[in-house]
């Protein structure tokens, strides 16, 4: 896949808005393991190679085990993850996947149960954050990064 524009030589200003509200909301507070699942599945549903690629990596380097990033695709069916963290990838996916009834109102009274007022303004920010990275990355095809060299 050949890059459309390099989004960050073309309009660096506003790349660094963007990238100032990132380290806004990924120091507010909420737990690093739990925004790698939610920033990795978002960038598995919009199909973003660039992204999906740089958190699994990040997430591998904080300490994340291989079998759960493996399995963030199909969490629905895993008993891998926890109730707060299946809560935080059911409103990843909702907010993901906006329609005429998402997030739904069960949801969000699950969402109460396991997050504070706060917490779950610093979720939904780190979704809405990773989802315009997604958009960024996928219209300008930023190309993820090359596998290490092969052992001879």
């Known amino acids: 896949m050949k890059p ?18 990132n380290t806004t909301i990924e120091t507010a507070g909420l737990e690093k393991s739990l925004m790698h699942l939610v920033k990795l599945r978002a960038s598995q549903i919009n199909g973003c190679a660039f992204c999906v690629d740089m958190h699994t990596r990040e997430a591998r380097n904080d300490g994340e085990t291989e079998q759960r990033l ?9 008993f891998l993850y926890s109730e707060r963290e299946r809560l935080a990838l059911g409103w990843t996916e909702a907010l993901t996947r906006l329609g005429p009834q998402t997030p739904g109102d069960a949801a969000y009274e699950a969402m109460k149960t396991a997050f504070s007022e706060e917490e779950l303004i610093q979720l939904t920010a780190v979704i809405t ?6 958009r ?4 300008f095809r930023a190309v993820h990064a090359q596998p290490a060299a092969q052992a001879a």
Do not use: G
Request: proline share 3%; charged share 10%.
């Open 136 to 139: 960024l990355s996928i219209a």
């Open 4 to 21: 459309r524009l390099n989004h960050w030589a073309a309009a660096p200003e506003l790349m660094q808005a963007f990238l100032a509200l």
């Open 129 to 134: 954050m990773i989802n315009t990275w997604n």
């Open 70 to 78: 493996y399995l963030t695709s199909a969490w629905h069916d895993s």
